[in-house]
């Protein structure tokens, strides 16, 4: 079973461009969850869909985040601009509704200049 | 998710084993304990969870208290690659809510 896949694995940009995070869960996992580290501090939760509905967004960080999961399946997260303050590791998961697990992907590294 | 509480730190002579306390004395009695490790900048990693009863696989052993209020992980025989942050959650309901990190311990193995 192919596990969870994020792309970028880094990705580099300029403060004030746009940068669009893509995490693939496993397959017929219908809840999917972002998570951000940034350097010096804790991992912290961004949001959780179920199926392509949003279940909980209390993490989003404010307005420039936007993330879709159109179809269930694959997630994206777009930053819109991209301020230096938004730097640092991009996690997804997936689980599956009644299950146990909770699978991470390597993470994108984001850097802001 | 039950409040958890972990050492800041820890270290371990290798070939030793490692054992990491967690107190959750708010847990209810259908949240389960949950361990995670992040290796450096990697992707968290599943450890184990358990219930109640004493849990085991080919990484690790948990030990949960009688009153589950803590619970502690057991690496039998830490290597280098150990060296990680380990986390202790009690997701609310697991696999449909989100787990919440806190500090976790950093557990430094030492040759």
């Known amino acids: 079973e192919a596990g969870v896949t994020q792309f970028p694995s880094h990705s580099v940009i300029e403060k004030g461009q746009t940068v669009t995070l893509r995490c693939d869960p496993i397959?017929?996992?219908?809840?999917l969850y972002w998570y951000r580290r940034v350097m010096g501090k804790e991992i912290k939760f961004l949001l959780h869909f179920v199926k392509e509905s949003k279940q909980d967004e209390s993490g989003m960080p404010n307005n420039r985040f936007l993330a879709e999961r159109t179809g269930g399946t694959y997630s994206t997260l777009k930053v819109q601009p991209a301020e230096l303050e938004d730097s640092g590791v991009y996690f997804c998961a997936s689980s599956l509704t009644g299950g146990f697990g909770y699978t991470f992907g390597s993470g994108t590294r984001l850097t802001v200049v | 998710d039950a409040k958890t509480t972990q050492p800041t730190s820890m270290d371990c002579a290798e070939g030793r084993a490692a054992n990491l306390p967690c107190n959750h004395s708010?847990?209810?009695?259908?949240?389960?304990v949950y361990w995670y490790r992040q290796i450096h900048s990697q992707g968290p990693q599943y450890i184990i969870h358990?219930?109640?009863n004493n849990e085991t696989n080919e990484m690790a052993s948990l030990i949960i208290t009688e009153d589950r209020k803590s619970s502690t992980l057991i690496l039998p025989h830490a290597t280098l690659r150990d060296t990680a942050v380990y986390y202790c959650?009690?997701?609310?309901?697991?696999?449909?809510?989100?787990?919440?990190f806190g500090k976790g311990t950093r557990l430094s193995v030492i040759a």
């Open positions: 397959s017929g996992h219908d809840n």
């Open positions: 358990g219930l109640k």
């Open positions: 708010t847990i209810s009695g259908n949240e389960y």
């Open positions: 959650i009690a997701p609310l309901t697991p696999g449909n809510t989100p787990l919440v």
